[in-house]
């Protein structure tokens, strides 16, 4: 079986070109007469590849000089305790706001991390009521005066939403955008903290990227471990331990395929075009629903469902049996998910509403 069109929410797939770039490279990079994998961290080869990755990310991202850009490992789960452990440190205070299942995730870890210190959580808002159908809007946030920072989680993978603003708070913005990260332009200076597991947008998995302002590299928490220590880390360009060196290889060919293919502006125009096939048919037909507001839609992760349990499960068994795969929804929202990527070519969303056709034609 040749390639098939992979849905999957993360690990998901890689651009075609940059797969067979390190295919190429894999026995031997570039004359070193070893391959990536094989590599010391510390030598002058790998030197290179890590620091142009890191070039490579303030280029197509824009990223300040006063940010510092990490290369971490403990996947975005482990920033959830990140965060806190360092940044709680100030004034002991932060705000999260709670619009799906990692944020929620994330302030539970935040909870468990105050509570051993004496420090303070609060809850900024959250539409746990509505079930995470829309993003709490600027003017619902109830922001704490002296907050270290404020937590969001820009684009929720599970659910399929997305922040259409960015929040405008006095406090650091501390932004898990693990699931939408180079799909579009941001305006870093906008934030404190960004961080992203790699594995939808940027790399293979056992990569964590945290982009850092410098004055939030403050000391931690008593008793923080120094591996989880922003400070650490930043002094030590990401190299106080092993970094994952293939992960990070893999990115800088992943932000080199992006910059070659018109950067994170063309990315978005790409990603909206994509978007839209699929959306434009879900609106255009009582077949299937979406439980997200319009307003609040992903152009990465897309939800639907037929609303029969057992038509979504006859759904994903047969579009598995055309071309596509991962096409099932989380299991806390049920139905049909389709995460469509930088690297999920338009005709891959095609061939997926191609399908959704036929399949409202034969079941309805
Ligand atoms: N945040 C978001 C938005 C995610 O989508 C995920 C994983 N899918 C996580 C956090 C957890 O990431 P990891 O598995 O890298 O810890």
Redesign the pocket.
Known sequence: MGRIYNFS??PSILPEEVLKQAADEMLDYQGSGMGVMEMSHRSKVYDGIIRHTEEMFRKVMGIPDNYKVLFLQG???TQFAMVPMNLLAKNGVADYVLSGN?STKSWEQAVKIADAHGKTINVAATTKAENFARIPAQNELKLSPNADYLHI?E?N?IYGSKYNYVPDVGAPLVS?M??CILSEPVDVAKYGLIYA?A?KNIAPAGL?VVIIRDDLLYDPLPGTPIMLTYAVQAKNDSMYNTPSTYSIYMAMLVLEWIERTGGLSAMKARNEEKAAVLYDYLDSTDFYKTGIVKENRSMMNITFNTGNEDLDAKFVKESAADKMSNLKGHRAVGGMRASIYNAMPKAGVEHLVAFMKKFEKENS
């Open positions: 929410a993360g996947g975005a789960t990692f989680c684009n993978t898990d693990s699931s597991g594995q964590t």
